[in-house]
């Protein structure tokens, strides 16, 4: 087959992104917008954003760290707690502030503590977006102590997601950041008017191996974790299958370095600054880059019921050595992000 010099893509969307805030939004956000037009931007601050006023604000944070020159458009995200209320969510929703809500079981994962305890608690909340047809975003992992972590999603989909869909049917969800090939599997058998999933480039390079590899791996520890070498073949699968219920999120989570090197380190991987090139190289691996355009810039906007992006974005064959750390003046090393195939080279450029 010929070798493709170049890929002229439609402008790709992330839709599962953390962006932070203050000085650490200031610094990742332009990795994200030199790629990506839009994101789907994760609540889980500290405190995390619960009502519409702190998503307005929020927002505006974001456009105001945006250099000068690059388009990007921020989409919200509620964090649902036990006591957010139906009218919030619906006003947000209304005024297009909220895209979107976002369950955290609580304590899943980083800033989840003020998350959802039970489902229970939130069951008008899923009428009320039923009714007004707005997303549901899902961490779906248990929370439970006697569940191996390993198993955490599967079992999930069997306790809770299950019960969850049939008692909502027509609740639009995105399964986010899925790991396992149970998920997979539940969610291209699904109906996907309603059901999706968001894929990261990591689960699709690393298996549980990674964390371990020569040493204690903090650069490799997210959640939910990755998983064994199994699960990553049907993550690939999946992504390069051309299903439209598959599409990217990249969960890029940055943490300084001195809370991923440390005795109790953060669940996150930074990988916004190689994000598509990431995505490419799987791609290319699994004969599909073809697909590539339809899983980056088209699945999404369709679930979401958004426009694609009219732009267009080049990703190039020509090799990036990717910086080890990403620190900059006046920063010190406490405080550098490592990357993603930090230290490595990728075949793939975007074109400035
Ligand atoms: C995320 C973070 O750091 O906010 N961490 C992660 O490992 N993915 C939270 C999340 O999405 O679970
Ligand atoms: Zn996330």
Redesign the pocket.
Known sequence: METLSKLVLRRPDDW???LRDGEMLKRVLPATARQFARAIV?P?LRPPVTSVDAAIAYRQRIASALPEGMVFTPLMTAYLTDTISPDELERGHKEGVFTAAKLYPANA??NSAAGVSDLSCITAVLERMQAIDMPLLI?GEVTDADVDIFDREAVFIERHLIPLRRQFPELRVVF??ITTSEAVQYVADGDHRYLAATITPHHLHINRNAMFMGGLRSDFYC?PVVKREQHRQALRKAATSGKNCFFLGT?S?PHPRSGKETSCGCA?IYNAPVALESYATVFEQEGALERLEAFASLHGPSFYGLEVNSGTIILERRCQQVSPSSGGDGIAPSDELVPFHAGEELAWTVAS
Do not use: I, P
């Open positions: 599962h992104l953390h994760m889980n994962t980083t961490h986010e950041h959640l969960d989570a996150g």
